[in-house]
């Protein structure tokens, strides 16, 4: 017999995709100021988030800080409906989900979807990081303080901490991921990815060192802590709401 008082796969997709798509409303113009951040470090460049802040302000008016909302959205309520909402049934080894983690532990994400590389292996190390880490320091506060897992100052730290780790294991794929795309614009993205990301990773350090991995971190965490707050806390409220209407209605 199934456990009513657990939220649906349905509801963990709305859920989800809810939380997603209001946390990336509320931290687009950060994701604005690190893109263009590290495209200026690309080619030589050393201003500040602030100065790059002020110039895309002063260039483009405030309303360029709000660039890619709409598609950003769309893509929080699918992308990360999807992503939140299976990470639950797929973690517990259910179904069809925990075949694919398996293939995926066994043949690499790669394995998947050949030829979307960058994209593929940040969103498994986002989710991974992200998720997983937000649980898990949710646990270890709630048997050391003996706090809810539910209660918001539980939630407040945990999530903080999973920004930081989110934000530090998601920047070398970022960096890669920027500056692909800026080559695409020259007809050049292929020799950027060329060997793959790995290969380009290991190009980044033997010419900036390990610190040009990080490039554009500080404005990555303006985006990604607040982000990571809003999304996990958001979908925790939303799911177990969701799930309590259902419950209501029975």
Not at 29 to 38: A, G
Not at 104 to 127: E, I, N
Not at 149 to 154: D, K, Y
């Amino acid at each position: 017999m199934s456990d009513d008082s657990q939220p649906t796969v349905s509801e963990r997709i709305l859920g989800g995709g809810g939380a997603a798509s209001i946390a990336v409303a509320c931290t687009n113009p950060f994701d604005v100021v690190k893109v263009r951040l590290q495209l200026e470090r690309q080619r030589g460049g050393s201003s500040g988030a602030l100065p790059v802040l002020r110039n895309i302000v002063a260039a483009e008016g405030p309303g360029s800080l709000t660039k890619g909302t709409g598609f950003a959205m769309l893509r929080g309520l699918t992308y990360g409906g999807l992503r939140l909402g299976m990470y639950e049934p797929a973690s517990s080894g259910a179904g069809g989900a925990a075949s694919l983690l398996q293939g995926v532990r066994r043949d690499g994400v790669r394995s998947l979807w050949t030829g979307t590389a960058p994209s593929m292996q940040r969103s498994a190390v986002l989710t991974a990081s992200q998720l997983a880490t937000y649980d898990q320091i949710k646990q270890l506060l709630a048997r050391h303080t003996g706090a809810s897992p539910a209660a918001l100052p539980t939630m407040l730290t945990a999530s903080m901490l999973a920004g930081l780790v989110t934000t530090t294991t998601t920047s070398p794929f970022d960096v890669v991921k920027t500056r692909a795309m800026a080559a695409a614009s020259g007809g050049q993205a292929g020799g950027v990815l060329q060997g793959g990301t790995s290969a380009a990773m290991a190009a980044i350090v033997r010419s900036e060192g390990f610190a040009g991995l990080l490039r554009g971190w500080l404005p990555n965490y303006l985006r990604q802590g607040p982000q990571t707050l809003l999304l996990l806390i958001l979908n925790d409220r939303l799911t177990s709401g969701l799930t309590e209407r259902r419950r209501a209605a029975l």
